[in-house]
Structure formats: C-alpha cells, structure tokens
C-alpha cells in the first residue's frame, strides 16, 4: 500500500511539474490554436459568391460545375464530371501563404477553389455524377495505421492511401450513391453517383437547390 502511495505521489509531483512548465516550454507545441498568427483581422472580406464575377477581396468565389445534358435509363439527365485533388488557395489577407486543401472541382475546368464545383441542380430532373480521385499518393496530415478499418482485423494501414468516398447533401440518392464508408475509390479511379431527384425543398425560384459534395 505503501508503494502504491508513492508512486501516486509521485506522479502527482510530476504532472504538477509538468503544468508548471507549460508556459514556458509548451509555446513551441503545434496546438491547434497556436497554428495562426495572433494578428489576424476579422472581418475584413466578405463571403464568396458563386461564380468569377462573386469573387470577394482576396479573389475567392465557388465555381459552378460544368452541366451536361444526356439519356441515361431513358430520361433527360444532367451529368457532371468532377474531381477531387490537391490545392492551394489564400483563405485570409493576413496569412502570409495560401492553405492547402483536398477538395472537388469541376473536370473540364479544373477551377479548384475551397467548396468548388458547387452542382445546381433542378427538383425532378435526375442528375448523374463521375467522380475522378486524382488524390496524391501521400496525404497532407499524419496518419495512423493502427486504427481498425474492418472486420477480420482490417486496419488503416492495409487500406490504400487518400481514398474517398463521396457522399451529397440534398438529394434523394440511392443507398448505392451514398458515399457510404465502404463506398471508397482509390487515387486515378472514377466512380458514378446517381442522385435521382432533387430534395423537395426549394431555396429560389424554379426548385432549384444548391448542392455540394463532401
């Protein structure tokens, strides 16, 4: 009991140690809120728009994905290509580089920009999605290949690296569209995305509702 004690006692003393030197040795520590510089302005830009002609001060907007038309099952459907990859965009004048970002954009215009590629898309017409994974083979953040990934003892490490899953907000999608966890592609591999009607809910005029992957 005696041995327990000390022990306690002694790990107390070092875990009070240890808070008392955070000021001065935990400053150098990459904690989240310390990743940005303290001057930062806020609001100083406003919002993106869509479009080139919605840029804000520092050249952001959300590009619109390039629409197709086509007949799929017999319907009248809209098609989108789209991808997802690696880039770069300045997210505040004060920041002294852009960010990096994993992100979508439109295939044949390849304007990549934070939440590019935004969908507009009519209630009542089916609209057709391809998807092509043009991820890098490394990805931007540590990742752990310990941590379990499936049955049978599957882990994170034994999975391929930067593979995606796309999911779509605002839609009545198929279970097999739903960009469920087991739904992955790999890098340089294309997957289709069917989402067969629009939400029944209209945020402008003629139905039309924003969408965007995630």
């Not at 400053?27 to 930062?40: D, V």
């Not at 994905?65 to 004060?94: Q, W």
């Amino acid at each position: 009991m005696a041995n327990n004690r000390r022990e306690f006692l002694k790990k107390t003393a070092l875990a009070g140690a240890g808070m008392a030197f955070y000021p001065v040795l935990g400053k150098g520590r990459a904690w989240a809120f310390a990743q940005s510089p303290t001057n930062l302005r806020k609001f100083v830009t406003s919002l993106p728009g869509l479009g080139p002609s919605a840029k804000n001060e520092i050249g952001q907007y959300i590009p619109l994905a390039t629409k197709h038309s086509m007949s799929f099952a017999g319907k009248t459907t809209d098609l989108y290509n789209v991808a997802v990859g690696k880039f770069s965009e300045l997210m505040h004048p004060d920041l002294p580089g852009k960010t990096d970002f994993f992100g979508y954009t439109d295939l044949f215009t390849f304007d990549q920009k934070y939440l590019g590629g935004a969908i507009v898309a009519k209630r009542g017409t089916p609209t057709l999605l391809t998807v092509t994974n043009l991820m890098p083979d490394r990805h931007i953040l540590p990742v752990d290949p310990t941590i379990m990934a499936g049955p049978n003892g599957l882990m994170v490490g034994d999975l391929p690296t930067n593979r995606i899953a796309t999911h779509l907000h605002g839609g009545a999608t198929p279970w097999f569209s739903d960009g469920t966890p087991f739904q992955w592609f790999t890098p340089l591999r294309k997957a289709r995305i069917e989402l067969h009607e629009c939400a029944r809910i209209s945020s402008s005029p003629g139905n039309w509702k924003l969408l965007l992957p995630e």
